[in-house]
């Protein structure tokens, strides 16, 4: 985990929202569970982000790209009427003609 302010305020202070503290019966801190993550800059009150969060992010959206990327089609290229396997360039790798699917 990463937290930095959405304000970019410099504030290195950050409260957990939405904690569950675990105390004694004297009221001595035990334990604490985040039932959800969420933290606030205490320097400013802005919305502290999770930098740690976004590489995994960004990498599933990456995988999400390269799915979308790898979905081909086999077409017959009308300009040299050979059937190519469509490229993500919408082009006949055969002659270079644009081409549209159906
Ligand atoms: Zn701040
Ligand atoms: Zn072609």
């Known amino acids: 985990m990463l937290l930095v302010c959405s304000n970019r305020c410099g504030g290195r202070l950050f409260r957990a929202l939405f904690a569950e ?56 290229c009308p300009v040299c009427e050979t059937m190519v396997q469509l490229d993500a360039n919408m082009e006949c790798p055969n002659c270079g003609s644009p081409l549209e699917v159906g």
Do not use: F, K, W
């Open 21 to 76: 503290v675990d105390v004694d019966a004297s009221g001595e801190y035990q334990d604490h569970r985040v039932t959800q993550p969420s933290y606030v800059c205490l320097n400013c009150g802005a919305p502290a982000l999770d930098l740690g969060e976004v590489p995994a992010e960004m990498e599933a959206e990456a995988r999400e790209d390269e799915r979308t990327a790898a979905v081909t089609a086999d077409i017959l």
